[in-house]
């Protein structure tokens, strides 16, 4: 039985807003004729409309037709700023320029009078039985089609209230057409033009909502998701955070007939509801929040609806429900039925190219800001191509190496391995098992692709490039002291500059000089960690060899269970390395906390919250001992790679958490953890001395000792990496001063939102008007924030889902730092969406002897592993920046746990196994069972 319409509206109304079960009265049996109703209504409409009009569990609705929008912004834009011509200059910096102007015309001009009248008349029609307001979607005419989706890039607005709002809400969705990104992917699928018509619906008054895939999307079907399954994304209260990813979810495997196969069941913290005219994320109680979001009768109702669908569909379905309270028994609703699609290849990349960010996303996790991205992206890709260069490697004319995917940070798997697979020896697996991982259909496909490369080129320019390869390598240590003599003095001539009386040429140029020291920084950090990885890659192989020898097993490939002892060996013998500047950090700050113990007054004002700077702090030892922590680590923060965020010495309250957190626990001796460390690696090498002839024993005392100094020169040009990104922001905030002084009407950090290209162009003609370029760019990366983060690994085209979190017991990863622990999860997120874990609270919610579990750590995060029992991370690989320093503090670490987040709740009870890279859940958090089923 379809959800009944609110009492009609005038006729005059409806000529312009057209009721659901109206435009599936114009249905025909012709294809071509239900072609001509998507023109008019956008696809989503028109399947409302007929699930509606079926009998299917539909909420009443109106629909504005695309002819609306064709006429309003031809009469309020300028020539050539229609989609049509905006499509074909998608990308192009005019054509972002066109755009912006295009959309700031759309949200500021008014609507037609016979639209606006038709708003306030339906307003009236529907307040008294829509308490929750109006939901205005965006139902495009290219939108939800087979091939094609623009999910997570048009707009919808939920809880919309009053005429105003109507108007207001219709614009924004008309406006979100003119996105860069939504230009570049319709255009990518040869697009020629586009309308926007617009779905109004009445807010349901949901108590959990979700979306169902009725099926794999292609290349994820498998044993966590298999063909014919049924998978459910649900939460409590309105389906938002679901759709968009802003919020941990249940997820729910079934069985056609809707039997249960397996779930795991989030904590979910908040709710979204509409309180006023408001919408609210409203705190959950804890009984709750452990409770599953959907009940049995309504996973069945929803079972039966998905089977109807999907016979009347006949292919593979994305719906989108929400669950009212109905006479005291769960009622679902269909909110949007759709072909699975996903989204848009990312540039350069094609059906069998394999992205992965599981090593780049440990920096920069969640959407970079177009600063961040345009900065980085150049550095990160011009430092790639002189790392191969130096290994003899040609890189192709044209190969994209790294891509934006939805503001995340992606690699080029496919390009890389084609590269690296011209160097003898190189295979993907070795590589992907150091520095990240994927899967294994996935690292196989890569091997079988890598064995296809031809040597040949490399070993005709050995003899021309391997002298100067080895020279340089010689005399890398020598390089990296040279390097940061000058890279300091340019660093103190930049933070003593006022830089406030530069005229804006004299801006720009510095700016520009900003970033040729982070290119410098970033292509010698890169040279770095390509001698990093080549060692331990030797290391390891040379162990493995080794073990399988003195084994008894003799020589030939190395089977898993070599590598394994074979990295847990290498992984113990690189413990302990002095003055690795990644660890530095943590240590200072606990030797802060060892001087604010022996300062009751100064401690107790940290612990009580009074300190929200280090001015705050009582004068003493540890107020100076905060000031010098600051000017050697004053750069750094948590998610430090994103010029947006404020550095340490901007934000000290941030600091002064994770002091006062590690001032709440024991005493900690900052010597103990490394001194733990370098034991481990002595009781190793003297375990090996048994093992190992003494020709065999110097050669990997001597990779040993190659492994420490290229990884201690990494770790010392990250740094530096940071450093240098610290002078581009500082650079960055005094433009952006000056933007505001134009502009009044901006909002501080405007800055981030223009590309590095597009400030000093604007710079060095005189702050050519950007606001319209900085509004659009802001809409778009809002936009890239609320979407869930695509899987760390994927091929193609990044599916609409991520797979299910495994509900096993055990959770298998990288080893990443030796020894095993027990403790309770706690469980922190940090990215770039608003209700992502802040540093602040991050240090407030951890407790001593808690095992951190976590999508990503980066340095500025290195001082919680210091209180932590033990780290797990869905991130990083054997030699990622996280690892490096949980090794050096000796605290047992296993990264790359997928879905670790989702499958382990904070008040879990597990087992960190850093020797054989496994998680194991002991307890639950909601029962006590030892989990071997349900989560």
Not at 326 to 343: F, K
Not at 485 to 504: I, K, S, T
Not at 532 to 547: E, F, I, P
Not at 625 to 632: D, M, V, Y
Request: contains cysteine; neutral net charge.
């Amino acid at each position: 039985m379809a959800t009944p319409p609110l009492h009609p509206l005038p006729e005059d109304v409806t000529a312009v807003l057209s009721p659901l079960l109206a435009v599936a009265a114009l249905k025909q049996p012709s294809p071509s004729k239900t072609a001509s109703r998507a023109a008019r209504f956008g696809h989503k409409a028109v399947m409302l409309a007929d699930l509606a009009a079926e009998g299917h569990p539909v909420p009443p609705g109106w629909v504005l037709e695309a002819k609306l929008f064709t006429r309003f912004v031809d009469e309020a834009l300028p020539k050539g700023h229609d989609i049509g011509a905006l499509l074909k200059l998608a990308g192009t910096r005019e054509g972002t320029d066109r755009s912006a102007r295009a959309r700031d015309r759309i949200l500021r001009t008014a609507l037609p009078s016979e639209l606006t009248r038709a708003l306030e008349a339906l307003w009236r029609t529907v307040e008294p039985e829509a308490p929750w307001g109006l939901s205005v979607r965006s139902s495009a005419t290219c939108e939800d089609a087979h091939n094609s989706s623009l999910a997570g890039l048009a707009t919808s607005i939920l809880g919309v209230h009053g005429p105003e709002g109507l108007a207001d809400a219709v614009r924004q969705v008309w406006a979100s057409l003119y996105l860069p990104r939504t230009l570049l992917y319709l255009q990518r699928w040869g697009t020629r033009s586009a309308a926007m018509a617009v779905l109004v619906m009445p807010v349901v008054r949901a108590k959990a909502a979700g979306v169902l895939f009725t099926s794999p999307p292609a290349g994820l079907a498998g044993p966590r998701w298999r063909d014919g399954e049924r998978l459910v994304h649900a939460t409590l209260g309105l389906g938002s955070p679901v759709v968009d990813g802003a919020n941990v979810v249940d997820t729910y495997r079934l069985h056609q007939d809707g039997t249960v196969i397996e779930s795991v069941i989030a904590q979910k913290t908040t709710e979204l509801t509409v309180e006023g005219a408001q919408l609210v994320a409203r705190t959950v109680d804890i009984d709750r929040a452990r409770r599953p979001a959907l009940s049995p009768g309504a996973l069945a109702d929803l079972s039966r609806i998905a089977g109807r669908l999907v016979v009347r569909a006949r292919e593979a379905l994305d719906i989108e429900f929400a669950v009212e309270d109905e006479g005291g028994a769960d009622h679902v609703v269909v909110l949007q039925a759709r072909p699975i699609t996903g989204g848009p290849f990312p540039e350069g990349g094609d059906d069998e190219t394999v992205w992965s960010r599981a090593n780049v996303g440990e920096a920069l996790p969640g959407a970079a800001t177009p600063l961040t991205w345009s900065v980085a992206r150049g550095f990160s890709d011009l430092g790639f191509r002189a790392a191969f260069a130096a290994l003899g490697c040609r890189v192709p004319k044209g190969v994209t190496l790294v891509s934006n995917v939805f503001g995340r940070f992606y690699l080029n798997l496919t390009a890389f391995m084609d590269v690296a697979g011209q160097v003898p020896g190189l295979s993907p697996r070795s590589l992907l098992e150091q520095s990240g991982g994927a899967p294994d259909s996935i690292i196989e496909a890569l091997e079988r692709r890598a064995a296809r490369v031809s040597k040949r080129g490399f070993y005709m320019r050995a003899p021309l490039f391997l002298p100067g390869l080895l020279a340089r390598q010689l005399r890398l240590e020598r390089e990296v002291a040279a390097w940061e003599a000058e890279a300091e003095a340019r660093r103190r001539r930049l933070v003593e500059m006022d830089l406030g009386l530069l005229p804006d040429d004299a801006l720009a140029q510095t700016l520009s000089g900003a970033r040729e020291l982070l290119v410098s920084a970033g292509e010698l950090m890169l040279t770095c960690a390509s001698s990093s990885l080549a060692s331990h890659l030797g290391l390891t192989t040379a162990l493995s060899k080794l073990v399988r020898l003195h084994d008894g097993r003799g020589e030939g490939s190395l089977p898993a269970d070599s590598r394994r002892e074979a990295a847990r060996s290498a992984q113990a013998l690189m413990g302990g390395i002095a003055e690795v500047e990644s660890a530095n950090p943590g240590l200072a700050l606990l030797r802060v906390a060892r001087i604010a113990r022996r300062e009751p007054e100064a401690a107790e004002a940290i612990l009580a919250g009074a300190a929200l700077t280090v001015a705050d702090v009582p004068a003493g030892p540890t107020r100076a001992a905060l000031l010098e922590f600051l000017e050697g680590f004053g750069d750094r923060a948590v998610r430090e790679a994103e010029l947006m965020t404020p550095r340490w010495r901007e934000d000290q309250a941030s600091l002064l958490a994770m002091l006062a957190a590690a001032l709440r626990g024991p005493e900690i001796d900052p010597d103990a953890g490394p001194a733990r460390a370098r034991a481990l690696a002595d009781r190793e090498l003297a375990r090996l001395e048994g093992v190992l002839t003494g020709v065999e024993l110097s050669a990997i005392r001597a990779l040993v000792g190659l492994c420490q100094t290229y990884t201690r020169l990494r770790e010392k040009m990250r740094a530096w990496v940071t450093r240098t990104l610290g002078l581009v922001r500082l650079v960055a905030l005094d433009i952006d001063r000056r933007l505001r002084r134009i502009d009044p009407s901006l909002p501080d950090g405007s800055v981030f939102f223009c590309t590095y290209e597009e400030l000093v162009a604007a710079l060095r003609v005189g702050r050519a008007e950007i606001a319209h370029v900085i509004r659009l760019r802001r809409a778009e990366y809002q936009r890239d924030v609320a979407r869930p983060d695509p899987p760390f690994t994927f091929v193609g085209r990044p599916p609409p889902v991520t797979l299910p979190p495994s509900s096993a017991p055990k959770l298998v990863g990288l080893a990443a730092s030796p020894g095993v622990v027990e403790g309770p999860a706690r469980v922190v997120v940090t990215g770039s969406t608003a209700n992502h874990t802040r540093p602040g609270e991050m240090a407030t919610a951890i407790q001593p002897g808690e095992v951190l579990v976590a999508r990503a750590t980066d340095i500025g995060m290195s001082p919680l592993f210091l209180l932590a029992a033990g780290v797990v991370t869905e991130l990083g690989g054997p030699l990622s920046h996280a690892a490096i320093v949980a090794r050096e503090y000796s605290v047992p670490a296993v990264v790359n746990v997928e879905g670790a987040t989702l499958s382990i709740r904070t008040g879990d009870r597990v087992r960190v196994d850093g020797d054989r890279g496994t998680v194991e859940k002991l307890t639950s958090v909601t029962d006590g069972s030892t989990g071997d089923g349900s989560s």
